[in-house]
């Protein structure tokens, strides 16, 4: 079983829609949480980050993090075509050798 | 100019060719990463290295090697190439001050081993 699940999606919704995505977590001991955003033949690109748990709000984007269900999501409200891409969780431990731990990722396509 | 540059940025090898893929950066950061990106399984971590004498192996480090040849550059070699190592690389980069990483990554190389 993956420490990480995401849905791969993928996911189509038309433009202005809400959109919700979503991962699970097995481990515990993850305490900082990130969403990186992946457009096609890119790299990815850190859109959220969150320590424990609780909301993080950024302009459309929301982050939240439920620790005691081991679950995170984003949130992205009024989409937009420029929002097409692949949205990859990811979470760490704390202390110095923090390597993230990825979601497999969800395919997000936003429809004019 | 990117901050992370990566080359090539594709490839195409035969079966038990050596390879090598290059990382630079202009970040200023001493920690960088190789990962590898392949359909429904993510990102996963093959190397990482924290200073020029610090190289430690990831989650699939096996049948790559890594040389840090400065702070601005990781290079990751394929020895013998294999076809099951097809997949998009990535380097990335990090600075570990205060209580944030931001993992900061390149373009990628698109590897096709035949």
């Known amino acids: 079983q993956k420490e990480v699940e995401q849905d791969p999606g993928p996911l189509s919704v038309p433009e202005g829609a809400i959109v919700s995505l979503n991962c699970t977590y097995s481990?515990?001991?993850?305490?900082?949480f990130m969403w990186y955003r992946q457009y096609s033949r890119k790299g990815p690109e850190l859109l959220m980050y969150?320590?424990?748990?609780g909301n993080k709000e950024d302009g459309r984007f929301t982050a939240q993090v439920d620790k005691s269900s081991k679950y995170i999501s984003l949130f992205i409200r009024d989409s937009q075509p420029s929002d097409s891409a692949t949205y990859l969780c990811?979470?760490?431990?704390?202390?110095?050798?923090?390597?993230?731990?990825f979601g497999s990722g969800t395919q997000l396509t936003v429809l004019p | 100019d990117a901050d992370v540059t990566q080359t090539p940025r594709n490839r195409i090898t035969k079966t038990g060719k050596r390879i090598m893929l290059e990382c630079s950066q202009t970040?200023?950061?001493?920690?960088m990463y190789w990962y590898r990106q392949d359909p429904g399984l993510g990102l996963r971590l093959i190397y990482y290295?924290?200073?020029?004498?610090?190289?430690n192996k990831g989650e699939i480090s096996d049948g790559y090697s890594v040389s840090r040849q400065a702070q601005a550059k990781f290079s990751l070699s394929l020895e013998s190439a294999i076809p099951n190592q097809t997949a998009l690389y990535f380097c990335?980069?990090?600075?570990?001050?205060?209580?944030?990483?931001?993992?900061?990554f390149g373009p990628g190389t698109r590897l096709l081993v035949l």
């Open positions: 970040k200023g950061h001493d920690r």
């Open positions: 969150t320590y424990s748990s």
């Open positions: 481990n515990s001991a993850f305490q900082y």
């Open positions: 990335a980069t990090s600075d570990p001050t205060g209580n944030r990483e931001t993992q900061y």
């Open positions: 990811a979470m760490t431990r704390s202390g110095s050798a923090r390597q993230l731990t």
């Open positions: 290295s924290f200073d020029v004498k610090d190289i």
